[in-house]
């Protein structure tokens, strides 16, 4: 699915001598599917919500962040595709190149999709993206459950992706924390790789 190019926006946007971001390898393999969030503090703060779909991580800015209460609908925004080992990307982007600002792990894990066809076999997951509607169970140090991503703007037909909007949606299981507050606070927030928050990685240029 992922071709040669697939990262070619993402790399077009960056000038790797500036800024410490992956440049990404072409094909490289992982031990399957494996999903982070990061809190980026940029010119707005925002969580950038990542899941592994074969060579690249698919992502959509979430302004939110994920919540634990099935009631909260959060506003996922789809943005370009990362390579995998952004996964471990924790830093700062300088100022006035793309996305300039400080970057934290908060969460990463592995995930399995749970979206099944009418004879209860599973979709492949990069199919059920194209789609529009994907549910997956996350199995990470702070989120875990059922998750779901439903496409409500753009997408197949409407020829242009940039006005995809998406929703983030936690799914009514065991997991579910009705009530929750759900959206951690970035500013608290602490790193799942370092334990540091946003202010301390900005402090250790
Ligand atoms: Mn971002």
């Known amino acids: 699915m992922a071709d040669k190019g697939a990262l070619r926006t993402y790399r077009g946007r960056r000038d790797f001598d500036r800024t410490e971001e992956p440049h990404g390898r072409d094909g490289s393999s992982g031990d399957g599917p494996r999903f982070v969030v990061q809190i980026h503090d940029a010119s707005t703060t925002h969580f950038d919500f990542r899941l592994q779909v074969d ?115 936690k799914i009514d299981d065991e997991r579910a924390r009705p009530g929750d507050r759900g959206a951690p606070d970035p500013r608290r927030a602490r790193s799942v790789r370092s334990g540091r928050t946003l202010r301390q990685v900005a402090g250790q240029r």
């Open 55 to 169: 060579d690249v991580l698919k992502s959509w800015s979430v302004p939110k962040g994920p919540s634990a209460d099935p009631r909260d609908k959060r506003l996922a925004v789809p943005t370009e595709d990362h390579p995998l080992e952004y996964e471990e990307f924790e830093g700062v982007i300088p100022e006035g190149e793309y996305g300039g600002g400080t970057v934290i792990v908060w969460d990463h894990g592995t995930y399995r999709p749970l979206s099944h066809d009418r004879r209860g076999r599973p979709v492949p997951f990069g199919e059920s993206l194209e789609h529009g509607h994907a549910r997956f169970w996350l199995d990470g140090a702070k989120l875990r459950g059922g998750y779901a991503l439903t496409r409500f703007r753009g997408g197949e037909g409407t020829g242009d992706g940039e006005d995809e909007a998406w929703l983030l949606v």
